[in-house]
């Protein structure tokens, strides 16, 4: 099978075209390295002949609504109609839980993305997943100085990796719309994840926990980021997740 990523130079995007290399099938990566520019389309359709399927993982962290929509709502339109063109026969696309109930331009960018898979031409399916294991690593990176605004929340962290195997276990099978949601096996809150990753990378910076005003504070506090029925429990832990990455900073020492 020959099966085309978007996004797949990216954290998730990576850890799909391994699993689909190793699952013996054919990964097409749909990047500017190899003349595809999913904002415009350029050379998309030629680089999706003959790929049976597109796993859509592509993403930009833009908090503003607009910004967001319009993203989503580009890459999303040209996949579809590129995938068309193209003869692709499914197209599964990567969300978020918890992205209808909570008002954030980011998720209404990603609702956007949703909108336009299940009313689009081609037969699809979504996965939802909860936040990664690495969800708050760029928050420390990203801060400057000595503080690193947290916000607060409750989540079900999940391992990217088996994301990606459920991605790839997806688009092997036939369309299935909107499937259960992919979660890790415990809750957690943010900001005990942070405090948990800052100590297994022996970072020192001051971590502040923030509830985000309104009602995104109190649904993203309040258990709407983690699955509210059945949902598919990824294997691997948070706590594997720490001990693979003390283990790399030790290597690196």
């Keep these: 099978m020959r099966v085309a990523v ?9 850890h799909v075209v391994r699993e689909l ?29 003959g790929c049976d399927a ?24 040209n996949l579809l109609d590129a995938g068309v063109r193209a003869g ?33 031409p081609l037969p ?10 690495e969800f708050p690593e760029p928050l420390i990176d990203q801060a400057r100085g000595p503080f690193v605004v947290v916000p607060k929340m409750l989540s079900r962290p999940v391992a990217t990796a088996d994301v ?10 036939p369309a299935g719309g909107f499937v259960l949601p992919i979660a890790g096996p415990a809750q957690w809150r ?3 994840m942070a405090k948990r990753i800052a100590k297994a990378r022996g970072d020192r910076k001051l971590l502040i926990p923030v509830k985000l005003p309104g009602k995104v504070g109190k649904a993203m506090t309040g258990g709407a980021l983690v699955p509210q029925g059945p949902f598919t429990e990824a294997p691997r832990t948070f706590e594997e997740h720490l001990a693979d990455l003390e283990a790399r900073v030790s290597s690196r020492r």
């Design 190 to 192: 943010m900001e005990e």
């Design 124 to 133: 699809w399916t979504v996965l939802r997943a909860t936040q990664f294991h």
């Design 21 to 49: 290399e190793r699952t013996g099938q054919d990964a097409v990566v749909l990047s500017r390295s190899s003349g595809v520019d999913l904002t415009t389309g350029e050379g998309l359709v030629e680089r999706l002949k």
């Design 6 to 14: 978007a996004g797949g130079t990216g954290a998730v995007g990576r």
């Design 88 to 120: 692709a026969g499914h197209l599964v696309a990567l969300s978020i839980v918890g992205v209808d109930l909570v008002d954030t331009g980011y998720y209404k960018g990603k609702r956007r993305q949703e909108e336009l898979v299940s009313g689009g």
């Design 164 to 173: 990606a195997a459920r991605l790839v276990e997806l688009v092997s099978g």
């Design 54 to 77: 597109i796993i859509d993982v592509s993403n930009k962290m833009v908090l503003g609504e607009k910004a967001a929509v319009e993203f989503f709502g580009t890459v999303t339109r």
